[in-house]
């Protein structure tokens, strides 16, 4: 079994920055890729950014240039910068991760970490 373990939500004004960790811990042998998505109210969940383990990345069009997802193979934990904030941010933000592990090829989720932007 595998594990992610998410920090870094809070509230925040607008214009500011937040900076979202999450740590996979288990039954791992490889982590193909790992990326956040987020959920706002009466909104589906969409994907915000991905990095696979070769450091690749993808981001959606609204927070490119404003966000930067991260990866550290060696603790196996994904990063998400959060700049220049605006309140349509306001989310629950959730850890994904593509793991070869233990169970064979599974996708996990972490627990969600809330992210709220004032104006």
């Known amino acids: 079994q595998v594990q992610l373990v998410e920090s870094g939500g809070g509230l925040v004004q607008a214009g500011g920055s937040l900076r979202l960790s999450c740590a996979a811990s288990?039954?791992?042998?490889?982590?193909?890729?790992m990326g956040w998505y987020r959920q706002a109210p009466g909104k589906q969940r969409e994907l915000v950014a991905g990095?696979?383990?070769?450091?690749?990345?993808n981001y959606l069009d609204s927070v490119k240039g404003r966000f930067r997802i991260s990866i550290d193979n060696a603790k196996n934990t994904v990063y998400l910068q959060m700049n220049s904030l605006k309140p349509e941010d306001t989310a629950a933000y959730y850890c994904?991760?593509?793991?070869?592990?233990?169970?064979?090829?599974?996708?996990?989720w972490g627990q969600g970490t809330q992210v709220t932007v004032s104006s």
């Open positions: 288990g039954s791992i042998f490889t982590i193909n890729t």
């Open positions: 990095i696979t383990n070769g450091g690749s990345t």
């Open positions: 994904n991760a593509d793991v070869y592990g233990g169970l064979g090829v599974r996708v996990y």
